[in-house]
């Protein structure tokens, strides 16, 4: 931080405005004689508040908010199977695979309509559009536990995933338009990080609602099911008049720290295009880019065994002689485990700037967690510990990934666009989980660490090549012209393609 007394202007001064020029950036903090603060980007702040109040403040509007519909979402998303284990499966006559179908059904309609949601967020606006999504997978969720047969089953698990298709994006999406590349990443781990207290308390609450088997004549899945997804439905209805939107649209921010925020944005990510409404075309032009590829492959890969363990972690557990509520139980501990060590690499990485490292050193703990699982299979307390690394490496690595992508990406188009794109093209990697951990396999489940051993290595791949581009792109635009008389429009388009731009490790 720098404080220093602000200089009395000249009549040229006025002659702008009374603005202060940083860079591109132009903000009008009005015009008292008072001590101001300077952020790191010499953008200067508020004459009422710093940089550190006011990031707290935005903390506390928008992260807390996400990191429950997040939770909800995932929770009513790999609830089933809990449900499994309190006999789902034989109250609807499911045969062969027809659990691992009614899993794949979801991720359908989440993989196509992942970018048109996002679209979507934008035309209408995060406090509209994400709680009116949350509102209608809580009915769905509400409607599985009175599925009678493989058929509803079959259609709930579709609407589930048509209306939790824009939740992902769209939270880290709207995260990434409020924070610096710099102060992001322990922003998305506590976002993401809501996976995992979603699979804990999902092994706790389910603990809890199976003993109310018989209850009104319903299964204790049933009640799974239903009071979730009733929990979700009454949460979106309160948040349809709390929930935040962009930084543009705060109403609870003074009109001098909405500036600020946009001209600190500015100055770290470049020109977003925030007021430009999205086309197809603009979706054509991103994916010509091969780094939009890359990250699609670094989040399908991960992907295979994060799912593969939610959706299966129940059933691998029962493998070491546990009953109904045993299995749940020890459930928690490994989530719990993935949502400590993820804050502290989330920490780490922020502290240090670096995001790279932090994505490929959690991969090793998943690699050796898969390793072991595949060798062992007569230790049961040493294929639990497995479980634990496998956790830590998948669901630390992951926010990362996503991070290091996005905030790559500059301005509101492209970020949309590839972010959209990351999370939908990577989550086909859910429908492989679903049939990665089949029932004719327990309790060795070889196949189903094979799969996911190898696609964790295509992760680890995909990470390299792209942080290789990255330092080629970078080193070729210190190497180019920098001021080539871009207009404003012409940097908003750019994006993080303008020469100014620079790539963070």
């Known amino acids: 931080m720098h404080i220093g007394k602000k200089p009395t202007k000249s009549q040229s001064d006025s002659d702008n405005g009374g603005a202060d020029v940083v860079g591109k950036n132009t903000y009008h903090p009005g015009t008292a004689d008072v001590d101001i603060e ?20 935005i903390d506390w509007r928008v992260i807390p908010f996400l990191c429950i519909m997040y939770l909800l979402a995932f929770l009513d998303r790999v609830n089933i199977a809990n449900a ?13 695979v027809q659990y691992n179908t009614a899993l794949t059904m979801f991720f359908i309609p989440y993989v196509v309509f992942e970018i048109p949601s996002n679209i979507l967020l934008k035309r209408l606006s ?37 209306f939790e298709c824009g939740m992902f994006p769209g939270c880290f999406y709207l995260i990434s338009m409020w924070y610096k590349r710099n102060e992001a990443q322990k922003r998305y781990s506590l976002f993401f990080s809501s996976t995992s207290l979603a699979g804990a308390f999902g092994g706790l609450l389910a603990s809890a609602i199976g003993k109310m088997d018989g209850i009104r004549g319903y299964s204790g899945w049933r009640w799974i099911f239903i009071l979730e997804g009733t929990l979700t439905c009454v949460v979106a209805f309160i948040f349809f008049f709390i929930f935040p ?53 670094m989040y399908f890969g991960l992907i295979i065994p994060a799912y593969g363990y939610a959706f299966f972690a129940p059933g691998i557990i029962s493998t070491y002689g546990y009953n109904a509520i045993q299995t749940q139980l020890h459930s928690v501990p490994p ?83 590839g972010t959209a794109w990351q ?42 090549i792209y942080l290789v581009s990255l330092y080629y ?26 020469p100014e731009f620079r790539y963070m490790y």
């Open 126 to 162: 995060p406090r509209v559009w994400l709680p009116g999504c949350m509102l209608c997978f809580g009915i769905a969720s509400v409607c599985q536990g009175l599925s009678q047969n493989y058929s509803g089953l079959l259609a709930t698990r579709f609407f589930l995933g048509l």
């Open 245 to 297: 939107s962009f930084p543009e649209d705060a109403k609870w921010l003074t009109e001098e720290e909405r500036a600020y925020v946009k001209a600190r944005l500015q100055a770290d990510q470049g020109h977003n295009a925030a007021e430009r409404k999205l086309s197809f075309r603009d979706a054509l032009t991103v994916m010509k880019d091969y780094r939009i590829w890359l990250g699609g492959f």
């Open 335 to 417: 989530w719990a485990a993935s949502f400590v060590f993820s804050i502290i690499i989330a920490a780490l990485s922020d502290a240090s700037r670096h995001r790279a490292a932090f994505a490929l050193v959690p991969l090793t703990l998943s690699l050796a967690g898969f390793a072991v699982l595949l060798r062992i299979h007569d230790n049961t307390k040493v294929q639990y510990a497995m479980l634990h690394l496998v956790t830590m490496g998948t669901y630390g690595a992951l926010p990362i990934i996503v991070c290091w992508f996005s905030m790559n990406l500059g301005g509101h188009h492209r970020r949309a666009i």
């Open 84 to 96: 499994k284990s309190f006999h789902l499966v034989q109250d609807l006559h499911l045969e062969n």
């Open 423 to 464: 999370i939908g093209f990577g989550n086909i990697g859910g429908i492989i989980a679903t049939y990665a951990f089949i029932q004719t396999d327990a309790p060795l489940y070889k196949n189903g660490y094979s799969i996911c051993l190898g696609f964790t290595c295509l992760t680890a791949l995909a990470s390299t």
């Open 38 to 57: 300077y952020d790191e980007l010499h953008i200067q702040c508020p004459p009422h508040t710093t940089e550190r109040k006011l990031m707290a403040r």
């Open 473 to 498: 792109e970078n080193q070729k635009k210190m190497k180019a012209v920098r001021n080539v008389g871009l207009t404003d429009y012409e940097k908003n388009e750019l994006g993080d393609l303008n």
